[in-house]
């Protein structure tokens, strides 16, 4: 067995978690210390004292859908390049794929409508905005 570790006042024990839920690691967060946790990383932060301050910051610069949730490819580099210069907007996005990657990625921004031939592309673009609460109008 291991020599146990005390925990500094106001310290965090941070765990990096599986998409089950089970640990892959975990790490005592101290004062002074600045930790980046990497966007859709599964976590979770215990207090290690009864009295603890601390502060968070999302450091996010644009909200963000996770690709291998949903078994999407990245954002066609076009719709990125395209949202360096355009402002979030209502948009219409035609012959979109069976995962709606570009379809997905604009909703985040703004509303959308996506089309597609394919009605199963059309409920698991439902699907995926419904549990994003993201404002996106499939058609088929």
Known sequence: MGA???????SLKFYRLNEDGSTVSSYLLTRGGEWVIQPQQWHKIEAQATICSCSFSSGATKPTISRKKYGMTATHSAVKEALAHVSPCKTLDLGCLLRGRNALT????GSIDAATT??????AWRKAA???NLPLQAFA
Do not use: F, K, M, Y
């Not at 146990?4 to 106001?10: E, H, L, M, T, V």
């Not at 604009?106 to 921004?109: G, V």
């Not at 394919?118 to 409920?123: H, K, Q, S, V």
């Open 4 to 10: 146990a570790r005390r925990s500094s006042p106001g």
């Open 130 to 132: 419904a549990q994003e």
């Open 106 to 109: 604009l909703a985040l921004l």
């Open 118 to 123: 394919t009605p199963a592309a059309c409920t």
